[in-house]
Structures are given as structure tokens and as C-alpha cells.
């Protein structure tokens, strides 16, 4: 039976584990791809450099924060020999595998779960944090970069709709074109406990930035004039408005393409038996 998670090909882990141990190759690895294997001498076969240039930059820097690298090779993957570095992966396998466990098959050992501190940016910049196992994290990065492919072509979709809405037929479409989504990792910790901690940390921090935000916007307001407020209210119901629009889109292109209703059928309908009337036997 085929190995429902097939081993990630050695040039690609090669290049992967040098990321994470030196910050500089993982900057040319985000922005070159396949083409930064030539820095160390590494030839990568025409499947690896495919895969590895069709990998999202955000999925691939979430595979380099949370791989790790052993003491032992760490000064391999330092280097920028990749011949090293291959060998040091021959070795890391072997420290792993050991000698067999005496007395038959070992008990499996726990999951040591790990959880991420991630900020989380809208297509308005508006940032958020929270905190996720690694596999929640995956997902939501995953989702971002569903988002960002069809963000804009959601936007050209709202702005279609609210031109053709009679309400809005001389009113200029009042938002500006969305950002990208945005989900980075801030931190990754092996307690839960300790990444809550982190995460309280964070919020308290953007908390205060927007309760200053808050009093600001209360101080503006109150310095309008009744007219001036009036018209900062219709302005901001006509954002509100264009952002549902646009949301609404986003939503549809996400959701794909419906399927097609079967096709309704015409002709001599089967005979349907008359309907009982009087005492039953």
C-alpha cells in the first residue's frame, strides 16, 4: 500500500533544513526557489525544482519554521557544501533509526503537539492574534493563500455591482483596493500554557493601540460640526456597504463553481396508482 505521507525528496529537505538554521538562505530560498540550490552545488532533479517552485512562499516558510535540525549536523548545514549536507542527512536517518528496541515492537511514544502565536491580517489591515496547533496553522495559511488568489478579482466583481445598483449610480465605489490576507507566524512553543501566555502578552499590546485608536476617532467626531458628522456616517455606511459587497464575492469565487441541476425530464410520466376510497380489506 502506497505511504499516505511520501518522504519529502532529499535535494528539497537538503534546502529546507539549511533554511532553518541560517537566515540568510532562507531569504534567497523564499525569493529564488530552485534556483538557490546552486549556492551550495546542489543539482536538483527536474521533479524537486517543480515542487519546490510550486510551493506557496507562505507554506514554505510555515515548512522551515517548524523543521528542525540536530545538534550533530547542525555545522554541516552551517556550511555550503551540499555534498555535506546530504551526508549529514544519511546520518541524521541513521541516529534515528538505531538499533532495533529489544524485546519486540516498542510502544508507540505521545505526539509532543506544538502550538504557533500567529497574527492574522484582513484584506483592511486590520490584525488580529491568536494561537493554533501546528496543523491548525497549516490550514490557516492554507486559506490565505486560497484568498489572495481571487481577492482581486473579487474586488473588480464588487465594484461591477455597486455601478449597476441604482442607488449607487453616481456614488464613486468608496473602497480602496484590498490588501493581501496575511497569516504570520510570531512564535512557536511546545506548552499551550506558555503560548496563552504569549498570546495574552500580544493582545494587551494591540488592545491599547486600539482603545487609542477608539479615543481619537471619539475626539474627531466630537470636533465636527452636526453636518460634518452626518456626512462622516454616510461615508462610512457606503464603505460598509462596498466591503459586504466585496465579501460577498470574495465568498462566491471561493466556493467554486456550482454544480449544473440534472436535467429535468419530459415525456409519459409512469402510471401512478389510483388512490383507495372506501373500507380496506
Known sequence: MANANPPVPRGVEVLVKKAAVDAEFKTRLLEKRAEAAKEIGLELAPAEAMMLNAVAAAQLEAIIARTTVSPISRAAFLGKAAAVMLAALGADLAAMEGPPPPGGIAPD????????????????????YAVAEEAEFDKKVAEAIQKNKVIRQAYTAAVKAWREDEKYKNVTFPMRAPQMFAINRMASYSSRERADEML???????????????????????????????????????????????EKELATLLAGPKQPSPPVTRGIQPDVPPATTGIRP
Not at 511514544?109 to 488580529?128: A, F, I, L, W
Open 109 to 128: 511514544r505521545p505526539k509532543h503537539e506544538r502550538y504557533s502565536v500567529y497574527s492574522d491580517t484582513n484584506y483592511q489591515g486590520e490584525m488580529s
Open 200 to 246: 495574552a502578552k500580544r493582545q494587551e499590546i494591540l488592545d491599547r493601540k486600539l482603545e487609542a485608536a477608539k479615543k481619537a476617532e471619539e475626539r474627531r467626531l466630537a470636533s465636527m460640526t452636526e453636518e460634518g458628522r452626518a456626512k462622516d456616517k454616510e461615508r462610512t455606511d457606503r464603505l460598509k456597504a462596498a466591503e459586504s459587497l466585496l
